[in-house]
Each structure stands twice: as C-alpha cells, then as structure tokens.
C-alpha cells in the first residue's frame, strides 16, 4: 500500500458548540406524585469542510420531557468535532461523516444531556445508546428511493 492510499483518521477537538436547557413549568412540574414522562428525543447531523481532508461534525439532540401534555423540560445540545479524514473515497468518507464521527460525538452529548436534566432539578436521564450505522443504512435508502421515484 503507497503513503497515498494509507487512510488517517484524527480527532482534532471534541466540544459542546451550542446548549439549552428549559424547564417552562418548574416549579409546578415538581409537584406531581407520579413521573411518567414521555420522552421524545430528535437526532440530527451535520458536517462543514474546513479545510482539505478537515471536516467538523455537529450532532444535534433535542430531549422533550412531557408530564401530561405539559412540558417538563427541553434540551437542545449541539455536540461538535473537528476530525481530519485523509484516504478515504468518496463512499468511505460519506459513512465516516453520518454513522462513525457521530457515534464519537455521542457519548459526550449524552453525558452533557445527563448532567444538565440533573441540574435541572429532575432525575437522571441516560439516553439509550443509538445505532448510528443502522441510521446511516435508511438515510442511504431513502436518498435511493427518492431517486427512483423522481425518474419513474
């Protein structure tokens, strides 16, 4: 294999570019005798080249806690990495950007989700792990039958 063909993955910087924490109805929310929240969490990534084979990735979390119909809390964490990725094709590059540099970032998204619910006044919440790969594989093929069905 030629130095050219060697693939190099670096993580550069980890770092919590955007939070929000919101709690609209402490501290009556407090008050209930039975916690049974509906959680709804949201995923999103994103990624921005900086510069030759330099690229950051955003992984973006929204927590809704609801206690019947009214809102507990609200997170919002975008959850940041500066990665470089030399080597890789175009292919090889497109799933280290939606399923491998995402599940680096989660981890600490998760951690900082925890931390912020518990400062809020409410239990701990540990989000259930996620399979970023298997996110990946259905993003793949609903961008193919989108693709099918404009040409049909």
Request: with cysteine; aromatic share 10%.
């Amino acid at each position: 294999m030629s130095e050219e063909e060697q693939k190099n993955f670096v993580i550069q910087k980890l770092y919590l570019k955007d939070v929000s924490f919101e709690s609209p109805n402490a501290p009556g929310v407090f008050s209930e005798q039975d916690w049974t929240p509906e959680i709804n969490v949201q995923l999103n990534t994103e990624s921005n080249t900086l510069a030759d084979n330099v690229v950051e990735v955003v992984l973006k979390i929204t927590v809704t806690a609801k206690q019947e119909d009214k809102t507990a809390f609200l997170v919002e964490l975008a959850q940041a990495g500066v990665f470089t990725l030399e080597g890789f094709n175009d292919e090889e590059k497109a799933g280290m950007l939606g399923s491998y540099c995402p599940n680096v970032l989660f981890p600490f998204a998760r951690e900082a989700i925890s931390e912020l619910v518990g400062k809020g006044g409410f239990p701990q919440l540990l989000l259930a792990p996620v399979n970023f790969d298997a996110l990946y594989q259905q993003h793949l093929q609903q961008q193919q039958a989108n693709v099918e069905e404009t040409t049909h």
